[in-house]
């Protein structure tokens, strides 16, 4: 299964954005889907993760201000960026959890398109 992000945009330091995260051939209600974003010339780093059964991983850079969450019937992941900061600028990434380590990319499959989100100081 692919996964497709979207709902990226350009904000201004303390807004707020919403991604979104699909697929378009399987339902997500039985997979773990998680964020990852990589910003120029670093590595991929891990955001946030739900589980099918809604448990929720935070990185310690966006706790309390982002929130994972998932809506069966449409098939759909969220992440919820609110208090939008320079350093949240990013290429963002969603796929489904294998298991294992959740903060580790070799343990997700389904790597899209990201989606860019980009905040103005």
């Known amino acids: 299964v692919q996964l497709q992000a979207s709902g990226g945009g350009l904000v201004q330091a303390g807004g707020s954005l919403r991604l979104s995260c699909a697929a378009s051939?399987?339902?997500?209600?039985?997979?773990?889907i998680g964020w990852f974003r990589q910003a120029p010339e670093k590595e991929r780093e891990f955001v946030a993760v739900i589980t099918l059964n809604d448990i929720r991983y935070y990185a310690d850079s966006v706790k309390g201000r982002f929130t994972i969450s998932r809506d069966n019937a449409k098939n759909t992941v969220y992440l919820q960026m609110n208090s939008l900061k320079p350093e949240d600028t990013a290429v963002y990434y969603c796929?489904?959890?294998?298991?294992?380590?959740?903060?580790?990319?070799?343990?997700?499959?389904?790597w899209g398109q990201g989606t860019q989100v980009t905040v103005s100081s």
């Open positions: 051939r399987r339902t997500f209600s039985n997979y773990d």
């Open positions: 796929a489904v959890f294998m298991g294992g380590r959740y903060y580790d990319t070799n343990n997700y499959v389904g």
